[in-house]
């Protein structure tokens, strides 16, 4: 299980424009790395909204957003340009970047349990090491939440 301390494992993958991305890119700066389940669903939406409409507050705080599920890059982009998203989207159909910050598991979804991607994030320092996990996920609140732990 990953914790607060733990070194942050290591990804290098493409966001939805064809961009190479990697953990490593951002040696020096915080990183906010959000898990969550599908592209244009209803909380997934509400979720990559908040984190658009605080995305200058991150930036301030030099904060990188990044948001990763096991989507296709077409629906990424879709995703992202439809809703305006400042901040990449990962690829990550093989799911090695998820199942490497454990955010696979089981969910219930009125009443019914299914394995899927869960709702959760890591703040990683600057250090590559996690200074914070949110298991536990509001999508309308999560943002400012997260801001918050930045201070």
Request: proline letters at 7%; one cysteine or more.
């Amino acid at each position: 299980m990953l914790n607060v301390g733990d070194a942050a494992p290591d990804f290098s993958t493409t966001d939805q424009a064809g961009n190479p991305v990697a953990l490593a890119d951002f040696k020096g700066r915080q990183v906010v790395l959000y898990f969550y389940p599908k592209d244009s669903t209803p909380g997934c939406t509400i979720e990559a909204r908040a984190f658009r409409d605080a995305f200058e507050s991150f930036k301030k705080k030099g904060a990188a957003v990044l948001g990763v599920s096991k989507d296709s890059p077409g629906s990424h982009k879709k995703f992202a340009d439809k809703e305006g998203l400042p901040f990449p989207l990962l690829m990550d159909e093989d799911m090695k970047i998820i199942k490497a910050y454990e955010a696979w598991g089981d969910r219930s979804i009125v009443g019914r349990i299914f394995s899927g991607v869960m709702r959760k994030t890591f703040l990683i320092g600057p250090d590559g090491r996690i200074r914070a996990v949110f298991p536990h996920v509001s999508p309308s609140r999560h943002a400012q939440e997260v801001l918050a732990a930045l201070e």
